[in-house]
């Protein structure tokens, strides 16, 4: 079990908080902080996985998948609205980070949902509670014209515009 080590003690040059839970390398790491939520850290790995970790709790709130290979980077926009991940595949995954409101309306909407067996709604308190802080919301792919393995992505300053470094000497937009 890998782990990462967060909060460190400079004078003593050991880690304070630990989190354990990618099974392989980690590849990636990135504060996530909006104004009306506290913030957490996203981390990647060669397991596959993007995990959100709440630096408050001390333990990962979210196991994103959907990736079929490592994953070797990902990049957080200015913005800290969206995340872009990239593997071996010829396609990059978009995440939404969902802010509060946006998760309380989430919440809202699962809990309206009739069950399958046709009874009652659910209590709004059902959705999972270790997510209600932050949550990363899978929007679509984008298909990469080469298929060699990402190095790193970098959004503009704007964040309307990222770029893919995939060989020492070449960029995909």
Sequence with gaps: M???????????????????????????VA????????????SSSKDRLLKVWDLTAQHCVQTVVGHT?????FALSPTQQRIVSASNEAELRVFKVLSAEELDALKQKEASKPKGDGSTPAPINS???????????F????TRKVNDRPNRIKFTLDGTLFAV???PRSLSF
């Design 165 to 167: 470094q995939v060989r």
């Design 31 to 42: 504060f996530v902080e909006l104004p009306d939520t506290l913030p957490v850290v996203v």
């Design 139 to 142: 929007i679509g792919t984008v």
């Design 2 to 28: 890998v782990h990462l080590s967060f909060l460190r003690d400079l004078y003593g040059d050991k880690g304070l908080v630990k989190f354990r839970g990618h099974k392989n390398a980690i590849t990636e």
């Design 127 to 137: 959705f999972d509670e270790l997510e209600a802080d932050r949550r990363l919301e």
């Design 69 to 73: 290979s490592e994953v070797w980077t």
